[in-house]
């Protein structure tokens, strides 16, 4: 079908795929600008990552007075946070929220998976296709698909033969999973696994836990929401979201200006227990070079690791419980009773480093010689981060040149939000951008300010296509290379670099920076949009 041939109704001026918070702000702000756009959702509610991630457990790992919208001071004013990290089931309330307040839901077509998204050249147009079959055709495509929300769901040999239930913690089920009086098996022990295996645990008869490498995890502190703590940021929340984009995270993680190099044994100890105290990812701003200096993360590590060995009480469990990476390399994890639900008599941690699972069968999970009889298989391997869900649409660009084989050796973009051969294709969070590695909400406003003011220019200089030129992509590529080369980031198996995926490039993905990369995108719009054709 051409562009031309899409229905009166399904002519728009944008098409933004996915309705989590970044396919949200998106439409508010497109909708600000009198385009006629819509939501296509594949999910049947709002909320993205968090419509999806149900798993016992989930909750966000940045407090909730910072993971929230900054773009509405009334919004701020009137949300009150229950507790200081929020849940799944409040992030969804809070969603939901903006999705009516904002009157955005009229304009998100929901229970739509779109299969692919062409560019036509000669209409200048993007037409995009649902697995329904239904055709739609917009001037701007804005893939707001998520970073984290492509499942990586490993199809171990035999898999389908399992007679017990199957459940992806990326992709659980609405109506809840009740474990009581079942032998559970959770594979994986990441950010996912490590808030859900605590209360699984309370309710399996048995919990088995396959590992295939440890994780640091730092306990979250989590409780109720502080009130004095809220009024005060409210008092100056304005001051405060600037305050949050100077960070290089993007968060407020109390971040120390001084390097471990530079203090005495006791200082560092000092700093790491008031770290210990303040909980969780707090513990990324413990020093300034604790993820360029070598020496300074293994100090870090080592006392974490000593940590660990006090929560648990098998030193031999304590042992394969702790992690030999650099800390801060895989994102660290922030717990409630994690390692502490080692040392229950139902549990058992299965080290599947040396001996990785070798088949699923009817009854349980085999690994060498030993099979382990479970009921249900808790299946907590994380995503295909960052390009899983661009590529598992069919998005092609200029010459119908598929975006899969120009991002075959690894993604290229510009700012992580356009790359070349794609005209008026927008990515919210793309790879290249600083999105995982800050706050996302924070991240996401950012993004969806620099795709509307771009639109707005375009409109405002009778302009009508806008697209990355090879060469800025080129720089670009080499810049998020060269400061990632920087750090220690490049030097674990994490989802950062692709690794974890079978097969995957291996290419370091976000821009670590988040002030700079702010600099970078206004002053290439302060430029009249340097490193970009507009036509
Ligand atoms: P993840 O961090 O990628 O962890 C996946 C786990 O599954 C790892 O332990 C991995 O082992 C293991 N695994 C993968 N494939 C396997 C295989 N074939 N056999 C055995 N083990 C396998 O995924 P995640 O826990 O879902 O977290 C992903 C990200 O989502 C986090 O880093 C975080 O950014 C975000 N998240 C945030 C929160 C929060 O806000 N609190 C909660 C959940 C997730 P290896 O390490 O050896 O690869």
Request: charge should be negative.
């Amino acid at each position: 079908m051409s562009n031309e041939e899409v229905a009166q109704e399904d002519q728009l001026d944008a098409i933004v795929i996915g309705a989590g918070f970044g396919g949200l702000y998106m439409l508010y702000k497109l909708r600000g600008l009198g385009l006629n756009a819509r939501i296509l959702e594949a999910g049947d509610g709002v909320g993205g990552t968090w419509y999806w991630n149900r798993y016992p457990g989930a909750r966000c790992d940045v407090p909730s007075l910072q993971y929230s919208y900054q773009f509405s001071r009334q919004l701020e004013q009137e949300w009150d946070w229950k507790e200081r990290y929020a849940p799944q089931a409040e992030i969804m309330a809070y969603a939901n929220h903006v999705a009516d307040r904002f009157e955005l839901r009229p304009h998100i077509q929901f229970g739509t998976r779109v299969a692919a998204a062409h560019f036509n050249d000669a209409a200048g147009r993007w037409l995009v296709s649902t697995e329904a079959g239904q055709q739609l055709s917009a001037d701007y495509c804005v893939m707001a698909t998520g970073c984290l929300s492509a499942a990586n769901d490993p199809q171990f040999p035999g898999r389908d033969s399992f007679a017990g239930g199957w459940y992806h913690t990326g992709r659980w089920p609405h109506e809840g999973v009740d474990f009581s009086g079942k032998r559970v098996g959770v594979i994986g022990t990441g950010s996912s696994a490590i808030q859900s295996i605590p209360i699984i645990a309370e309710q399996a008869e048995h919990l088995y836990v396959f590992q295939r490498t440890p994780n640091y995890s730092i306990p979250a502190h989590n409780g109720p929401q502080d009130s004095e703590e809220e009024r005060d940021i409210r008092a100056r929340y304005p001051e405060y979201r600037k305050y949050l984009r100077e960070q290089q995270i993007g968060w407020d993680v109390h971040a120390n200006e001084r390097t471990a190099e530079e203090c005495s044994a006791d200082e560092i100890r000092a700093e790491c227990e008031r770290r210990w105290r303040l909980g969780g990812l707090y513990f990324y701003g413990s020093f300034a070079d604790l993820l360029s200096n070598q020496q300074a993360n293994d100090i870090v590590a080592d006392f974490v690791r000593e940590k660990i060995r006090g929560r648990v009480d098998d030193p031999a469990v304590a042992e394969l419980l702790s992690p030999k990476s650099v800390i801060g390399c895989k994102r660290i994890c922030a717990d409630t009773g994690y390692f502490e639900t080692y040392n229950r008599d139902n549990v058992t941690l299965v080290d599947i480093s040396g001996t990785p699972i070798d088949e699923i069968t009817p009854a349980g999970v085999r690994v060498g010689e030993l099979t382990y009889q479970v009921d249900a298989i808790v299946s907590a391997t994380g995503f295909d981060a960052m390009t899983g869900s661009l590529q598992r649409i069919d998005i092609r660009g200029v010459g119908g040149l598929p975006l899969a084989e120009k991002w075959s050796a690894g993604p290229r973009t510009f700012l992580g939000l356009t790359t070349a051969g794609f005209p008026n294709l927008f990515v919210i969070c793309g790879p290249g951008s600083p999105s995982v590695f800050t706050n996302m909400i924070n991240a996401i406003e950012q993004h969806g300010d620099f795709v509307a003011d771009s639109i707005e220019y375009l409109r405002d200089h009778d302009l009508r296509r806008i697209e990355a030129t090879v060469e800025a992509e080129d720089a670009w590529v080499d810049q998020v290379n060269e400061v990632a080369g920087e750090t220690l980031l490049l030097g674990c198996n994490s989802w950062y670099l692709g690794a974890n995926v079978p097969g995957k490039p291996r290419v370091f993905m976000p821009y670590v920076g988040f002030p700079d990369y702010i600099e970078k995108c206004e002053s290439v719009a302060a430029n009249g949009y340097e490193g970009f054709q507009l036509s």
